[in-house]
């Protein structure tokens, strides 16, 4: 019966109505390394929310078996217990607290009276670092003394500690460094030698090719194909994961690119904020032409926002940028500067950092203008109630009055109040940072012909985005962007997505084409 | 669905809930007291009490829209109340030059307590608890914890002194000749932009209304003595707050602040300005405050202002200000002020003991904190 460890079968889960996951099946043998692989959106996350009981039984459709049994969990507690354990892409560490307490968080081991046996955890805590080869990180110091690599091992720890049976990675060297993650892949060898199965979820598909026995691969929700390893090449893998064709989702273009280059950012770099030795952007350059639209690809956590927010002098840490416009040096050193000279910003987090959500629809657009309504300090409300219903007519915004809530609007509308709000600047760069993320597919296409009109009038548009086929279904060139490096440049005739997905997995110098 | 019913009502009609409330306590109070709470005297002096935390209110509602707390304006208004004391005292100052100091040093002061929170990212409420305690130690030190008296006549003046009962009936007139102007205005400027023109019995309503409170106010403090002045100068401060929070560019900028700071940092706005902007006007309104608080005792009191900032700060909870910021009204403030005011002086009357009267002031802002709570819950 058990020739499975877990078998997952027909899982499907809906969110209002969309299926995020369209009848998936996972089987894994024990002792086996699965790496699954799919786009940003492709379903990997959900799926491993179902497995976990992020989401409920009962909320999903379909059956998962495991050891032959079936897990009908209500929460996290419940699949811990069975021994799944998920190591997130976030880590879950508590930096103030010690290594072992951290490795024994809700797990203590305790004297009577509820006080902490330290030393029966810190001997356990040491036992289990030194089977993870990394006995040399002392169990007794706070867990923020060590960088994200050892953080990551420790989390690895803690979840052997629970009498792990199936380990889950979560995209686990996003955030380390290329010698770290060497670390990283040995310990998971250590482990798989060992007899550990895990799941490996990353979009570093050489790492997934390094250590894991088989490849799933998933696109929009459902199962594509289950695969050897030794069957299959990175450049396999992305065919698998790709494999989709363009279809008539984007409007025509109309506009032709300007041959004066307008725009130029010259060695932009970024330092994470919480470990200033780790560059999340490394020395980037790049110019921009009159009524260009660039599009900038990239893996999640490679460094597109950080890149575009440092331009912009929105980047929270330390950073460095260059900025030229017109063949001049611009300051923008804050978001107040560049928009005065002449760049406006939609962020990519709008909830956050888009919509203020006390303001109504209208004042929400006017916001970053509002002084040009001023007669000495009153406000002008019937020319700002002008201005206002100028931009909604012009964005097609749908919005039964102004005064309405802002939070009141579909997110299509309300991204397009953001949207108007950085035009009523009058830009001459605009920076779109995830211009359509949770926008439904007819405000989509309004947005992408705004662009395209904004652009045929000569604006220049810099456009971040996690959709590949909405990279290439815009953009006039392309720049792909891997762990904070530029690694491509490409002029978007006939470009593939396998030729920007490679460039973003590569671990190469930058190519030019 | 009754019960979001209920809720939508609450909300909309926000501000008659608490008039309805100050009804209620005033005829609970007239009741006790066979009526001498409601005789002129009576509330010509409680709205004189109330004006102090008034003044203060209006720069704390500011401060809390802006998302930040200020807890040092109780020690800052006794401190600043104590530098007017004074410099009337033992330097004889003349009253203007005394209360230009006086103002400029609450707007340095407020401006401090700015920059600390704005530009030196400390939380506002530690700076506020800093004032708190420092700004009462100097208080102590410079009058040697001992009452500064007796002040001159003019200052007294400011705290105790009324307006004429002709001038008031006069600015009575004037109230409401403004009052129709603004609903006119308003009438018109929806009519040319094609808007839904509120029922006229509406605004006829709301003309009535304004009418019989003015009339009703004006003729009981002529009753007394007439208009106090510290009641006019809060009649002032309330329509200039007004006209900044709801007109002004500056005023938007104050809700955006405290609705969505990073949003409005990414729109260009130079967010510490308004925060330092903001902190100054709550330094000026300690300094008005602590002017009159020194005018109506006559004396530079060093406990003046004692916990002054929790009276203001529960007047503008009570009025509706949000307390994660980005919504909230001057006037809301005003009228929590009001309704801290009226138990105040109610049980005073009463000889309520000291003790009852704080847990039931205790009671009513928690109270009052969870209808605004419960009312708006779902809103996000």
């Known amino acids: 019966m058990a020739d499975y460890l877990l078998e997952m079968k027909g899982i499907v889960k809906q969110f209002d109505g969309v299926r995020a996951l369209d009848g998936i099946d996972l089987q894994v043998r024990a002792g086996e390394c699965i790496g699954l692989c799919g786009e940003n959106g492709a379903g990997k996350s959900t799926l491993m929310k179902v497995l976990s009981g992020v989401y409920p039984h009962g909320t999903w459709d379909g059956e998962i078996l495991f050891d032959g049994a079936p897990l009908k969990a209500q929460s996290i507690r419940d699949t811990e217990t069975a021994g799944i354990i998920i190591i997130h892409q976030e880590l879950m560490l508590v930096p103030e607290l010690s290594v072992a307490e951290n490795i024994f968080l809700g797990n203590e081991i305790t004297l009577p009276g509820g006080r902490m046996n330290y030393p029966a955890m810190n001997r356990r805590a040491q036992e289990l670092l030194n089977e993870l080869n990394i006995g040399d990180v002392n169990v007794v110091l706070p867990v923020k003394q060590y960088g994200g690599g050892h953080q990551q091992l420790i989390e690895i720890a803690k979840a052997l500690n629970k009498n792990a049976r199936l380990l889950i990675l979560d995209e686990p060297s996003s955030s380390l460094t290329a010698s770290e993650i060497k670390v990283l892949l040995n310990v998971m060898r250590d482990l798989k030698a060992k007899g550990v199965t895990c799941i490996y979820i990353s979009h570093k598909l050489d790492e997934v090719a390094a250590i894991c026995d088989t490849i799933v691969v998933i696109r929009d929700g459902q199962h594509i194909a289950t695969t050897p390893m030794q069957d299959m090449n990175v450049e396999r893998i992305i065919a698998q994961m790709v494999g989709r064709d363009m279809n008539q989702l984007y409007p025509q273009k109309r506009h032709t690119v300007g041959e004066q280059i307008v725009f130029e950012a010259r060695n932009v770099t970024c330092y994470d904020a919480d470990n200033p030795e780790r560059k999340r952007v490394d020395d980037i350059s790049f110019t921009l032409k009159q009524g260009e639209i660039l599009g900038i690809a990239g893996l999640v956590g490679s460094g597109r926002t950080e890149l575009v927010s440092a331009i912009f002098g929105a980047y929270p840490g330390e950073s460095q940028a260059e900025v030229w416009l017109n063949g001049a040096r611009i300051d923008t050193a804050t978001p107040l500067k560049s928009i005065r000279a002449g760049l406006a910003m939609v962020p990519e987090d709008r909830k956050h950092h888009g919509i203020v959500p006390d303001l109504d629809v209208g004042q929400n657009m006017t916001l970053a203008v509002l002084g040009s309504f001023a007669h000495a300090t009153r406000i002008d409300k019937e020319q700002e109630l002008h201005a206002i219903r100028g931009e909604i007519a012009q964005l097609e915004l749908r919005a039964a009055s102004p005064f309405l809530p802002i939070t009141s609007l579909s997110g299509g509308n309300q991204q397009k109040a953001v949207l108007a709000k950085m035009l009523m600047t009058k830009p001459k760069i605009l920076i779109l940072d995830e211009p359509t993320r949770g926008v439904d597919v007819g405000a989509k296409f309004e947005i992408y012909q705004l662009m395209f009109e904004l652009a045929r009038q000569g604006m220049s548009i810099i456009m971040v985005s996690s959709e590949l086929a909405e990279v290439l279904g815009i953009s006039d060139r392309v720049l792909v962007i891997g762990e904070g490096r530029l690694r491509g440049d490409f002029v978007n005739h006939k470009l593939s997505q396998e030729t920007v997905l490679a460039a973003a997995l590569a671990q190469s110098a930058p190519s030019h084409h | ?380």
């Not at chain 2, 839904?196 to 009535?208: E, H, N, S």
Request: with cysteine.
């Open chain 2, 1 to 380: 669905m009754k019960s979001n019913h209920i809720k939508q009502l609450f909300t909309q009609y926000k501000m008659l809930a608490l008039l309805i409330a100050i009804a209620l306590i005033w005829t609970f109070f007239s009741w006790k007291t066979a009526g001498g709470f409601v005789t002129p005297r009576n509330l010509s002096n409680l709205v004189r009490q109330m004006s102090i935390t008034g003044v203060v209110a209006c720069g704390m509602s500011l401060v809390i829209i802006a998302g930040e707390i200020d807890l040092s304006v109780g020690s800052l208004l006794g401190l600043l109340g104590g530098i007017a004391a004074v410099l009337d005292v033992t330097y004889h100052v003349a009253l203007p030059l005394n209360l230009l100091i006086v103002l400029g040093c609450g707007l340095l002061a407020g401006l401090f307590n700015g920059y600390l929170t704005a530009h030196l990212k400390i939380p506002s409420f530690i700076v506020g608890l800093g004032g708190m305690l420092a700004y009462r130690g100097i208080v102590l030190g410079v009058t040697g914890g001992m009452t500064v008296a007796p002040v001159s006549a003019e200052l007294v003046y400011l705290g105790q002194g009324y307006v004429t009962p002709q001038w008031g009936i006069a600015l009575g007139v004037a109230l409401f000749a403004l009052t129709l102007v603004l609903i006119w205005r308003a009438r018109r400027s929806r009519a040319e932009h094609g808007l839904a023109q509120p029922a006229l019995w509406r605004d006829a309503v709301k003309v009535l209304v304004t009418a019989a409170v003015l009339a009703g106010a004006v003729s009981t403090f002529n009753h007394y003595e007439g208009i106090p002045l510290p009641v006019l100068l809060l009649l002032a401060l309330l329509g200039l707050f007004s006209y900044v929070t709801t007109q002004t560019v500056f005023g938007r900028r104050i809700y955006a602040v405290g609705s969505n700071m990073e949003a409005t940092r990414l729109s260009g706005i130079n967010v510490q300005a308004i925060k330092l902007g903001i902190f100054g006007i709550m330094g000026l309104m300690c300094a008005l405050a602590g002017v009159i608080e020194t005018a109506r005792l006559a004396a530079g009191s060093p406990s003046a202002g004692t916990s002054g900032e929790l009276d203001a700060i529960a007047a503008c909870f009570i009025g509706g200000t949000s307390m994660r910021g980005g919504s909230g009204t001057v006037h809301g403030a005003l009228i929590g002020a009001l309704v801290m005011a009226s138990l105040d002086n109610g049980m005073s009357m009463l000889d309520v003991d000291t003790y009852w009267q704080m847990i039931v002031k205790g009671c009513i802002l928690t109270l009052a904190v969870w209808i605004d709570v419960s009312t708006r819950a779902g809103k996000r």
